[in-house]
T-cell receptor
Framework: GAVVSQHPSRVICKSGTSVKIECRSLDFQATTMFWYRQFPKQSLMLMATSNEGSKATYEQGVEKDKFLINHASLTLSTLTVTSAHPEDSSFYIC????????????FGSGTRLTVV | GQSLEQPSEVTAVEGAIVQINCTYQTSGFYGLSWYQQHDGGAPTFLSYNALDGLEETGRFSSFLSRSDSYGYLLLQELQMKDSASYFCAVLSSGSARQLTFGSGTQLTVLP
């Protein structure tokens, strides 16, 4: 089955620094990957759609200059949280699926970001 | 845009059957999907309905009525390990095929 690997699983950073999160599709090519954010006991909110070789599409209210997305290859998308602040502390999850018929997207294991 | 509604909490006992309902309003619908998420973990895919009717996968079944903008997840022979959050999600008909999630239903299975 489709496997998505996400790193790191946990990260603690200081306010004002940047953090990069990687999402890799291990056994399939992903022209599109999705980045979600989840606060405790809440739903997954789509932040942006990452497109291989082109600019990401951001959801309304998501600052594209703060959450930089790069999808340079068919198997790797990265999310960089720039100038992180405590309010950016959250659970960030990526997902993807093989092209063609939809059989459910696979999610990465998530990244717990804590900004201190 | 998309909006989905599902109950916030459901409690049942081991061995019982529970149904989690989901109603949706959407501007572009392709199908309805269900995911399970344990505390601290990633969502895992359970089922997907693109057409009306019932899809069965082991102890879990999912139903869709496109005309009623309604679906449900049916969990049978509940086990303690089924205690988790369950999310319905609409797959959009746009080129990006995005998933928009409901608010989630916390299922607690009691012994």
């Amino acid at each position: 089955g489709a496997v998505v690997s996400q790193h790191p699983s946990r990260v603690i950073c200081k306010s004002g620094t940047s953090v990069k999160i990687e999402c890799r599709s291990l056994d399939f090519q992903a022209t599109t990957m999705f980045w979600y954010r989840q606060f405790p006991k809440q739903s997954l909110m789509l932040m942006a759609t990452s497109n291989e070789g082109s600019k990401a599409t951001y959801e309304q209210g998501v600052e594209k200059d703060k959450f930089l997305i790069n999808h340079a290859s068919l198997t790797l998308s990265t999310l960089t949280v720039t100038s992180a602040h405590p309010e950016d502390s959250s659970f960030y999850i990526c997902s993807a699926g093989p092209r063609g018929a939809f059989y459910g997207y696979t999610f990465g294991s998530g990244t717990r970001l804590t900004v201190v | 845009g998309q909006s989905l509604e599902q109950p916030s909490e459901v409690t049942a006992v081991e061995g019982a059957i529970v149904q989690i309902n989901c109603t949706y309003q959407t501007s572009g619908f392709y199908g309805l999907s269900w995911y399970q998420q344990h505390d601290g973990g990633a969502p895992t895919f359970l089922s997907y309905n693109a057409l009306d009717g019932l899809e069965e996968t082991g102890r879990f079944s999912s139903f869709l009525s496109r005309s009623d903008s309604y679906g449900y997840l049916l969990l049978q022979e509940l086990q303690m390990k089924d205690s988790a959050s369950y999310f319905c999600a609409v797959l959009s008909s746009g080129s990006a095929r995005q998933l928009t999630f409901g608010s989630g239903t916390q299922l607690t299975v009691l012994p």
